[in-house]
């Protein structure tokens, strides 16, 4: 059995912290440790994490603090981590059988590099957008599977390396297309929405931080040479504007 490295990074939460930590302990799946990377909190943040060391159901590994960001805090987080499998995860579990489920998908694929699945991103308990990007596809048609929902195998980040944090808002789109962009790496897919992501985080805040974003995005194309950055910043932006009209999950998948 293949172990799970949970990444949270986390900056003066702790209400939310506490539930993503429920969701985590709900969890069928044996073999999975915790990892947080704290910002230095000065709210209920550190007796959450010291609250959970003590009594939570997976083995817990944290640091706390000063860091230059988001994606400077995922890249300390990745360090303290032991896992097969690496999942960089603030938000919730929608099931108890998530990680059961991805990491069999996974096992069942010895040729993949991991998995992916769909999100819905909430706002005082409404679904705001819902992100389904189905099967993998070329990056040319706009396809991007939803990052929290990646289970990654550890080769990735050892042969790739991790979050240039020279990006504010999207070195989490750049890291995934230095991996996608040549199509050698595959990607399995499970049809059903796995995690629900707070909505307003770094990417979601307000119109700003989408136009960074999709410039940030086309850089991320431009600088890892792939062909038809602006037709594919085009068409992604349609696809993520598309999300947010469709914010139906199947009733199937309940």
Partial sequence: MQKVSLILTTYNSAENLRKTLQSIDMQDYAQIEVNIKDGGSTDETIAVIENYEKHGKFPLNWISCADKGIYDAMNQGYALTGGEIIVFFNDLFLHATVVS???????????????????VYTAEGKVVRYWKMGPQKSLYWGWMPGHPTLFLKREIYETYGLYDDSYRIAADYEFMVRFLKDRENRLVYLPKTIIEMYYGGTSTSDLGSYWISLKEGYRALRMNKVLGALWISGIRT????LQFISTKIPENEG
């Fill in 101 to 119: 489920e991805m990491l069999r998908l996974i096992e069942e694929n010895p040729d993949c590099i991991g998995a992916h699945a769909d999100l």
């Fill in 238 to 241: 349609c696809r993520v504007l």
